[in-house]
């Protein structure tokens, strides 16, 4: 039986068509592939950007509180309080404090007019009068040795008054015997809605 000689051509030609087919089959892969492809990248993605947003948030998070305690930490800077800060509470109310000022004012009224007994209404039955770094307890014959040792009140003038604590107040007042004058520092505490003297650093 004699070869057809078209035979091998046949052969070589299904041969190259088959390997056309594979290499595009290699060069072009299926849809299915690309898709699989394609979705990994996007989930990827997203995971990537999920965790940059998770990052940011933290990095927010920890800067809010730190200018949180920082603002806190500003805010409660203690004050001591002065003289001039102490709030005058509802015991010792600005009207109360100028009625204690009001009775050093008496008081030395009367103490310049030589009326002993009536200056010593305006002091505490306890009070305290300073006399050479010495407190004593104030009485008519100490008012009276006072101002026979150191000369009589010739002027006084009751510059300051503001509350202290315990529901006490302190008046200042210059008082001018002879020819010296001194600062002198007036306790006062309140009985029984009146302000008494209990104590003076001198007199």
């Known amino acids: ?50 965790f940059i947003v998770l990052i940011l948030a933290c990095v927010g998070g920890i800067t809010s509180v730190a200018l949180y305690r920082g603002s806190e930490s500003n805010s409660t800077v203690k004050v001591t309080p002065t003289a001039s800060t102490v709030k005058v509470t509802s015991t010792t109310s600005t009207a109360q404090v100028t009625a204690a000022k009001n009775v050093v004012v008496k008081f030395y009224t009367a103490l310049k007019a030589k009326n002993y007994e009536e200056a010593i209404v305006y002091f505490d039955p306890r009070g305290t009068i300073t006399v050479n770094g010495k407190p004593l307890q104030v009485s008519l014959d100490l008012l009276h040795n006072v101002d026979k040792s150191q000369g009589p009140v010739q002027d006084f003038e009751a510059t300051e008054a503001r509350p202290s604590s315990n529901s006490k107040v302190m008046v200042s007042a210059n008082v001018t015997r002879g020819d010296v004058t001194k600062l002198v520092t007036v306790t006062l505490n309140i009985e029984k809605n009146t302000w008494k003297i209990i104590n003076t650093d001198s007199i």
Not at 3 to 22: K, M, V
Not at 32 to 44: E, F, G, N, P, V
């Open 1 to 50: 039986m004699d070869d057809d000689p078209n035979q091998g051509r046949r052969y070589s030609s299904e041969r190259s068509s088959h390997l056309r087919a594979r290499d595009v089959a290699t060069v072009y892969p299926p849809a299915t592939k690309q898709r699989s492809r394609r979705r990994i990248k996007q989930r990827l993605s997203l995971i990537f950007g999920f």
